[in-house]
């Protein structure tokens, strides 16, 4: 129904810098919250940052003041900009959306995952 592409991982040093981006495709009538969540092997999955369409932000204790979320909602698309990247930050990096497609018919999608390595 809806659909999530996320890009933008890949393998970092140490203190560098990515910038993941997630765009929704389908029918989408509202999308009120779209986030991030990690799944490092052997760990469960945890919300990473989840921003709604009017812009309030929140973020897990671990990547508050290194991590911005953000989106523009004309493109129906999210971005985590990670900065001061830890090794303790490598995981699969998934994008989630929830929403309507059209009044009444409610959403809840995932994207595929996308690989983060920050090497020490």
């Known amino acids: 129904q809806v659909q999530l592409v996320e890009s933008g991982g890949g393998l970092v040093q140490a203190g560098g810098s990515l910038r993941l981006s997630c765009a929704a495709s389908g029918t989408i009538f509202s999308m009120p919250t779209m986030g991030w969540y990690r799944q490092a092997p052997g760990k469960q999955r945890e919300l990473v940052a989840t921003v709604t369409s009017g812009g309030s932000t929140n973020y897990a204790d671990s990547v508050t003041g290194r991590f911005t979320i953000s989106r523009d909602n004309a493109k129906n698309t999210v971005y985590l900009q990670m900065n001061s990247l830890k090794p303790e930050d490598t995981a699969v990096y998934y994008c989630?959306?929830?929403?309507?497609?059209?009044?009444?018919?409610?959403?809840?999608?995932w994207g595929q995952g996308t690989q983060v390595t920050v090497s020490s």
């Open positions: 989630k959306a929830e929403g309507t497609s059209r009044p009444g018919l409610l959403f809840n999608s």
